[in-house]
């Protein structure tokens, strides 16, 4: 049996608030998106995933989930306009793929586990089709504006959650034929005659509907959060040049600024600072000043191995801060483009990167300007 996942995340998701969709707003330092592919690529029981999406979405895909997917090979097709249009789609590029068995996940479901995935596709494996509920345990009110009009049993009720799962070749045959949007693939498979067996749910696994629960599944993550902080801290001295490089960027000045490498010494404390929240030593463990390799090397070399050792060991970086130390230049003019270019090496929002600039009242080696020195913190979070 190969079983592919079918992640459906083509939708507006209006009622969760935000200005972009709800699947790729953060939840606990990670887009909603991004936690949903990553249960699945982390499977050893799921052999592909297909992502679908807006065409609309394309950008926001490739700029905020496309990061966090560094080890892991998604498919992308484009979805429709109703759920069960999207969820065809994406049946629809995996036919004649050799697989056989398919799990379709909603994409607001970031919390779903590897334990869940795994009781699915055993029924599914042993029955031909499962897919999870919780039973229903309040009771049940029928009512017309905000009065009761009565009750209903709730014997036999299931509250359904995703991924459900099915052969291929009967599930699409059903999209295929069903003549109704159905907002749930189970009631798909059941208009179609499938035998669909139940598994235990999870109440973790929730969906991200309304804006308030991007809170409830926060609390859920916090049970199982690991948050590290690191700080980094450098210091180059001027020579003869007429620009400094800061943070990526190229600044005039009447010196540059001396190094092995570029002397980026903003950069190289946010990446020091990265270092040590992993415990992973600092830039000259990783990239020798002995070393001819780095002689004049761009220092974003080194911040992204940072960002990628990090993501490697399953750590978010949530936030930087950066104060650089200097009588001149003046930080000012460029700390809006210096910090944009971080955010991008950074990967993440540039609202959680900060890039600010103070003197030392002209007290010290920075006062004498005889130099520059930064000091960093990072924030990093794994769930």
Request: aromatic share 4%; with cysteine; charged share 20%.
């Amino acid at each position: 049996m190969t079983t592919a996942a079918v992640i459906v995340a083509a939708g507006r998701g209006l009622r969760a608030g935000g200005e972009i969709p709800k699947q790729y707003q953060a939840l606990a330092g990670k887009p909603v998106l991004a936690r949903s592919i990553l249960a699945f690529t982390g499977h050893p029981e799921v052999t592909t995933v297909q992502v679908v999406i807006n065409p609309e979405d394309a950008a926001l895909f490739e700029t905020l989930i496309e990061p966090h997917l560094t080890d892991h090979a998604v498919q992308i097709c484009h979805g429709g306009a109703e759920r069960s249009d999207s969820v065809l789609a994406g049946l629809r590029a995996l036919d004649g793929a050799r697989i056989s068995h398919v799990l379709i996940h909603d994409a607001a479901r970031p919390l779903i586990d590897a334990a869940l995935i795994s009781r699915v596709l055993t029924a599914m494996r042993a029955t031909g089709a499962a897919a999870p509920a919780l039973t229903v345990t309040d009771t049940l009110w029928q009512g017309t504006g905000d009065r009761v009009t009565g009750a209903l049993d709730r014997t036999g009720l299931y509250r359904a959650q995703t991924p459900q799962g099915f052969a291929l070749d009967a599930i699409l045959s059903a999209h295929e034929t069903s003549k109704d949007a159905l907002t749930d693939d189970v009631q798909v498979g059941l208009a179609a005659g499938l035998d669909i067996t139940i598994v235990a749910g999870n109440e973790r696994n929730i969906k991200i509907t309304e804006a308030s629960d991007f809170n409830r599944a926060a609390r859920f993550l916090g049970e199982h959060m690991d948050i590290r902080t690191g700080n980094g801290f450098d210091v180059h001295a001027f020579e003869t040049g007429d620009h400094v490089v800061l943070c990526g960027i190229k600044i005039p000045h009447d010196h540059a600024l001396k190094g092995h490498s570029d002397a980026d010494v903003a950069m190289h404390a946010v990446t020091d600072a990265i270092y040590g929240a992993l415990g992973q030593g600092d830039i000259g463990q990783w990239f020798p000043p002995s070393d001819p390799q780095w002689k004049g090397a761009a220092s974003d070399v080194f911040l992204t191995h940072a960002v990628d050792l990090a993501a490697r060991e399953g750590f978010t970086i949530t936030h930087t801060d950066c104060t650089i130390i200097c009588e001149l230049p003046k930080i000012g003019p460029h700390a809006a483009t210096m910090r944009a270019n971080m955010a991008g090496l950074l990967r993440i929002d540039e609202s959680r990167v900060s890039v600010k600039a103070t003197t030392s009242e002209q007290l010290g080696f920075t006062g004498r300007k005889e130099g520059i020195a930064a000091l960093a913190t990072a924030t990093l979070m794994k769930t």
